[in-house]
């Protein structure tokens, strides 16, 4: 038995991870396992080996984060540019807009330094978000959350970019919590909605999750 499974296998499930009966689709889930490996080859191996009520949202946010993750770092793109995609997005990922529009504006601006897997993940965006709009409610809004901060630092720091990098210590610990921290206290939400027994140290928790 594996970490993950001994963590939460013997667990309670959540009210809410255990009445969850609809949710994505066969197809929509398909495309995200076959998206997964291509723009991680380590995550490909571990986010499997979770429950399938947790492995289902964790796909999704990874490659949620990773669509982010693709605009700040495509080096054709102006920090104006990139504050526009990323606000497109974070309205798609709200249920505000399509992504279609979004996928196809930044799609053909895509130079050779991004991966072609991420070109494909760009290009099924929309894809992508059927799975996210079809979680539980709680689930979703963790990773609404989680896109919403990690996309709102990534503008900031990209406007405020200088030659010399990021001004001091400070800095570097808020530019790591847009693009990581927020990350664990997502996973911490996630892992709290999927079991009673973790989320009755969840308040714990959150405090570790950065």
Known sequence: MNEVQTA???SKLSPQTAKATAGPSAADLALQDSLLPGVSRTFALTIPQLP?????PVTNAYLLCRIADTI???PTLSPEDKQAYHDQFVDAVNGKTSATEFARSLYPRLSAATLPAERELILHAQQVLHTTRALPK???EALQRCVSI??????EFQN???REGLEDLREMERYCYFVAGVVG???????CDY???IESSRKELMDLAV
């Open 8 to 10: 939460t296998g013997d």
């Open 52 to 56: 399938e009520p947790l492995r289902v």
């Open 72 to 74: 700040e770092d495509e």
């Open 138 to 140: 709680r689930q979703r």
């Open 150 to 155: 990690m996309c709102d630092g990534m503008t």
């Open 160 to 162: 405020n970019e200088g």
């Open 185 to 191: 206290e997502m996973l911490t939400e996630l892992f």
């Open 195 to 197: 079991s009673t027994d």
